[in-house]
């Protein structure tokens, strides 16, 4: 994603293919404030396809909804798919309403969304009660799991004994002491 180091992790990322030949990328745009037409997906997307050394990518996903500017950002990754610039069109962090709506706008160009990411693991199993992941799957969009290993509390790494630092602390200790 552009946001992750400010572009370094796409730059880190080209490099390894360079290196070793290609594999399969997924990058993100991010829907920052200055950000509210449909020309600065298109813009963020060859800037990270430069810094990816690609001319086009398997998976391009918006980051998450937007406060303002959503339905530019969908024309934006649209004309991105259109121009050959993506093989695929993702969302991130998106509930129900705005993934039927994103769905619908891009359906309306016959450009299919692949997948939405969301924070989804066993500990984490939200999407099944809200009704998220029943929404992916009647548009027929692919739940892109992030955080799948529970923040890394199911990695086997961690036991009540020996507890990560930093934030996610507190929910270790929540969940080695049921």
Do not use: M
């Not at 745009?29 to 997307?45: E, N």
């Not at 391009?60 to 969908?74: D, K, R, S, T, V």
């Amino acid at each position: 994603a552009e946001l992750y180091g400010l572009g370094r992790s796409e730059s880190l990322v080209g490099d390894f293919t360079k290196r070793h030949g290609r594999v399969t990328v997924a990058t993100k745009f991010a829907a920052l404030p200055w950000r509210t037409d449909r020309q600065s997906v298109v813009k963020a997307c060859r800037a990270s396809l430069a810094r990816l050394g690609e001319s086009s990518v398997d998976l391009y996903q918006i980051h998450f909804p937007g406060a303002w500017a959503n339905e530019a950002y969908w024309d934006g990754i649209g004309d991105c798919y259109d121009q050959g610039l993506i093989k695929s069109v993702g969302v991130s962090n998106y509930g129900s309403d705005a993934l039927r709506a994103v769905s619908a706008s891009l359906g309306a160009r016959r450009i299919p969304l692949t997948s939405n990411q969301i924070q989804y693991s066993l500990l984490y199993p939200f999407a099944n009660s809200n009704g998220l992941k029943r929404t992916c799957d009647e548009l027929g969009v692919q739940v892109l799991a992030y955080s799948p290993l529970g923040l890394g509390l199911l990695s086997g790494k961690y036991s009540a004994e020996r507890l990560p630092s930093g934030p996610r602390k507190t929910l270790a200790e929540n969940f080695f002491a049921q």
